[in-house]
């Protein structure tokens, strides 16, 4: 018997051509994950990823772990490998079953069985039936229960036989790097990191951009913004994070411009300084954490006005989500902690107390005239810096 892991990803994404890179990209993620464990070896074969290792002290249990969070895996076990030989298989499963009883605690159990070796001599059902007979004979103690069982042993039978008890889910979605790249505005709340992840989930490779209002916003908020790309990082390795600085523009917006109307001329602003990012680093795309009405800036009417001020596809993966799900995710993602410390924005400095929530685009365009909006993206791409984040930089 050896150990392995038995990787499984979502098949649904996988018909048709792009199948080859979806699996290739895959691997080479679940490398990158791995790397630090020791040597080990990924492949793929027959819808299945497997790693193994020729240490015997390699922690499987670890690997699994880890390859759970990377996206397109949609469950890992660690399994025991034996020859597709009934006597091994079911050898194998009365071990398991022992094990989940003795060590674990657990009574009720059954046996799942999936043949895709036909050359295997008897028919799943048969293979369950029988193995389940011997656990009984071979556990005393332990009790078939098919509808809600304690326990279950997972029996795969291909050119060899994987045994396990354990699917520990995967965070689905698709590898990192098959849905192109995007620019995520982030801005150390709650919202922006989650809409990171949604879409790192489904595969977009992420840079980020944060705007500063340095010195109304201080070195503690980059920090914090460094901070919640470095949390992203255990999901998509790394980050280049955009810092850029928009203070004279917005002292300048505050001096011209209707008060109730800055937050608009900010957004405009930060769209387009977007977009130039966007096409200088080649990222298709822009993602905010914006969401339907949870601020005056994010009314239908609002948004309308923000898009209008850039011709790149923007991407609002939480538009429709309420703030107690998002917060769920936030949780679940390990940034909830982080985006709740205090911190200024640009947004909270410079807003008004009572922004416009039924902005006009042509009366907004029409204050816009007064400034010079290119001079004002030139003014942020030359107070631009950039940090390479890595999980463990
Ligand atoms: P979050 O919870 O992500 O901080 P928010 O509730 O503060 O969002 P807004 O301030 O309206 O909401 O911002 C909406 C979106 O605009 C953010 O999710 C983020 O994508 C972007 N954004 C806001 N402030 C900044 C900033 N300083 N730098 C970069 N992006 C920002
Ligand atoms: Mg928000």
Redesign the pocket.
Known sequence: MSRVLVIRYGEIALKGLNRPQFESRLIKNIRRKVNKLGISKVTCSQSRVYLESEDPRYPYDEAARLVAEVFGIVSVSVANMVPSVYEDVCAEAVALATEAHEKRGLNTFKVETKRGNKSFPMQSPEVSVNIGGAILDAVPGVEVDVISPQFTVYIEIRERTYVYLDKIPGQCGMPLGTNGRGL????????????GWMMARRGVELE??????PPY?GDA?LEK?KSLCRLLCEYVDRIQLHVVSITDPMVEFAQVCPEEET?LHM?RL?MKVSERICRDRGLQSI?????IG?????TMEAIAVTDNATEMPVF?P?IGMDKND?IAIARKIGTFET?IQAHE????VF?AKHPATRPHLDRILKSEEKVDMDAMVQYALDHHDVYDIRVDA
């Open positions: 995520l505005l982030i801005s150390g709340g709650i919202d922006s990191p989650v809409a980020a951009l944060h705007f500063a209002t916003t908020a913004v937050i957004r930060m993602i905010t954490g914006e969401n949870q601020v005056a800036s994010q609002r939480l998002i985006s924005d640009c947004c909270t807003v």
